[in-house]
């Protein structure tokens, strides 16, 4: 049985490494109703534990029924008919976690069937410390009470991104297949998200998801002057790069072959120019969850073309660490212009645990802005490791 959305919300995503799996015995299940079975009291179609994004569009539907499962009774399904807004329609499941997984990996994994699928599934991993959100689900609030009683002002957000690990798939049609991620979790982190979700048209179904903790894996060496990215030209099927979009009407990145600085394709961004109420950023870009970044002098370029356009373009690199986020001032590119090479250097500080390699721009705004031929490169130690100069700090968390 299926039901529509009810109310509006706003995602942004990111993309993950292929998952690694350790020889040691995993833990118990720390999921809750793992594979649909229970349901939430006496709701028609609703699993417990379990929720799901409000968009309040009548055209996304979710549904737990027992037509194609893959383990038990019930299965679950997300369905999306339009992509006049883009959004990441998802089931998911919050966990708030303590010093008993810190310094360990998580472990996900879920079983996926596509169905008439234009656009990608997905699951996904994330964690966070996030004390609003962790004292919201104890105190059985929402989160804007919980923030008031922890003394934050309405528009503070003092959450900071640990981890985020993302699995892809765009096959049209498929029978069960199992998806697997994994991530570490940093100390401090105080919430872990699971997601499995739609991004596109068509239906998917998920069942029997498993959340496992495993001794964390080293993580592995990083070459120097190697480009660290997938399908850097954008030749590939697209899953290796996050797009990341507000829901405004028309807002577009895709793949296109129409301009090219080398092969067939490069990736244009376009769209949301009359719909957009707040300025915000839209684009592409990988994320690499390895900790040997950490004092990394960075570089990551790209070839950039604009089109009209009325806002800036630009690269940007963000390093994740615990308290909060690393980044600097880049070039930015706006109106009429040909193919520009733009180059970042920045120098990765201390705790590291996850680099953000974006190409993106300013929304909404009219015209059209392509990228291509992205690296992101070690180039050799951080600055401040040779010169004794104090590591770049992010900018303070909102006080109480």
């Known amino acids: 049985m299926m039901r529509p959305l009810r109310a509006a919300a706003l995602l942004f995503l990111f993309v993950a490494l292929p998952a690694v799996h350790s020889g040691a015995a995993p833990s118990p299940n720390l999921l809750a109703n793992p594979g649909f079975e229970l349901p939430l009291g006496k709701h028609p179609w609703m699993p417990a534990a379990w929720d799901t994004l409000d968009s309040g569009l009548s055209t996304v539907f979710f549904g737990r029924d027992t037509f194609l499962v893959h383990g038990g009774r019930y299965a679950v399904s997300v369905a999306n008919l339009s992509m006049l807004y883009p959004m990441w329609h998802n089931w998911s499941q919050t966990l708030v976690v303590g010093k008993e997984l810190w310094g360990k990996d998580v472990e996900l994994s879920v079983w996926t069937r596509s169905v008439g699928l234009q656009g990608r599934g997905y699951v996904l991993l994330q964690a966070y410390r996030d004390t609003i959100e962790k004292m919201s689900r104890i105190w059985k609030v929402d989160r804007e009470a919980a923030g008031r009683k922890l003394g934050y002002s309405p528009t503070d957000s003092p959450h900071v991104v640990l981890g985020w690990q993302r699995s ?6 498929t029978d069960w297949t199992q998806r697997t991620v994994r991530i570490f979790i940093p100390p401090s982190t105080n919430i872990v998200i699971v997601r499995c979700g739609i991004f596109g048209t068509g239906q998917v179904m998920f069942d029997d998801a498993v ?15 190697t480009n660290l990215l997938a399908d850097s030209s954008f030749e590939g099927d697209g899953n290796a790069w996050e797009y990341s979009m507000p829901p405004y009407e028309n807002q577009v990145v895709e793949k296109d ?3 090219a600085h080398t092969g067939r394709y490069s990736i244009r961004m376009r769209g949301g120019a009359k719909s957009g109420w707040v300025n915000t950023r839209a684009g592409v870009l990988q994320l690499i969850g390895n900790r040997n970044l950490s004092g990394k002098r960075l570089r990551l370029s790209a070839w950039v073309k604009t089109d009209s356009l009325g806002r800036n373009a630009y690269i940007k690199i963000f390093c994740s660490t615990p308290e909060g986020d690393v980044h600097n001032v880049p070039e930015g590119f706006s109106g009429t212009t040909d193919w520009t090479h733009t180059v970042l250097v920045m120098d990765a500080p201390p705790e590291t645990y996850l680099t953000w390699a974006w190409c993106l721009y300013t929304v909404p705004a009219s015209g059209t802005v392509y990228f291509d031929d992205v690296s992101l490169e070690v180039i050799g130690p951080a600055d401040y490791l040779k010169t004794g100069a104090p590591p770049p700090k992010p900018p303070p968390l909102p006080a109480r």
Do not use: N, R
């Not at 959340?211 to 002057?225: C, D, G, M, S």
């Open 168 to 173: 892809y798939f765009s096959e049209p049609e």
């Open 211 to 225: 959340l496992t903790a495993q001794p964390a894996l080293p993580p592995p060496p990083v070459p120097l002057h």
């Open 257 to 259: 072959s129409t301009y």
